[in-house]
């Protein structure tokens, strides 16, 4: 389970750079560049083999988890080679992952975000986990999964979703997710009322976050050009 109710935080300077092993980044539907610079500054320097980047790319296709058959990003900071063996890892493990294009575009979050990864990080390779349904069935199956197979590697998972930072709502998501209520949070966010987006790969980032016995945190937000759920998912420093 989660460890304690999530907290919002002030700073980043709060968070201990070696606990973090999940980021929660906002996607274009809250573009403050400067939001998205604090959130990787809490892993600066930090040192992960693969980056595991998980958005929502809802649409009507057969396969619900296509991960792009691409060898490499390619942005405008450099060039990151895709981690091949745990991408195959993924789909040997379960049926709704699949090596398939149909989701790809380059309008894809992961290039948004690849050029903050590689000025904080430098070197490291990645995956890409577009989820195509936000079924709770296909959600909890990404959990499964990553939560299974990464489990003690040296990896970080990078959620894109945003939330407008309204303190009820963000009050209201804490103290389910502190509770355990995942089923009334899915039902939450999929309802639209708090205007989520990204909202299958920010619940598969919670139900990850709790099968590793993770705290959240969510970084104050500042403006309405933020959003309310960006943070950090962190193992207490009790339990390093």
Not at 172 to 178: D, W
Request: glycine share 6%.
């Amino acid at each position: 389970m989660i460890t304690q109710e999530p907290t919002i935080v002030d700073s980043v300077n709060e968070i201990i750079p070696e606990t973090v092993q999940i980021l929660f980044v906002p996607d274009k539907h809250h573009n403050s560049s400067e939001q998205i610079q604090k959130i990787y500054q809490a892993v600066e320097g930090q040192s992960f083999e693969t980056v595991i980047f998980i958005e929502s790319r809802l649409m009507d296709i057969p396969k619900k988890i296509p991960m792009p058959s691409l060898a490499e990003f390619e942005t405008e900071a450099g060039v990151v080679q895709v981690n091949d063996a745990i991408r195959n890892e993924f789909c040997d493990e379960d049926d709704d992952f699949f090596i398939d294009d149909a989701a790809y575009g380059n309008d894809m979050e992961i290039y948004r975000h690849l050029p903050f990864l590689m000025k904080a990080l430098g070197e490291f390779k990645v995956v890409s986990v577009p989820i195509c349904d936000d079924d709770p069935a296909i959600v909890r199956e990404v959990d499964y999964v990553l939560s299974e197979l990464l489990s003690g590697r040296n990896v970080l998972l990078v959620i894109a979703a945003s939330m407008p930072g309204s303190d009820s709502h963000i009050q209201e998501l804490s103290e389910m997710i502190a509770t355990g209520d995942i089923s009334g949070m899915m039902n939450r966010v999929n309802s639209g009322e708090c205007n989520m987006s990204g909202s299958a790969a920010f619940m598969a980032g919670i139900l990850i976050a709790k099968s590793w016995e993770l705290s959240v945190r969510f970084l104050k937000s500042t403006s309405t050009d933020e959003s309310g759920v960006a943070g950090f998912a962190i193992l207490e420093p009790k339990q390093l």
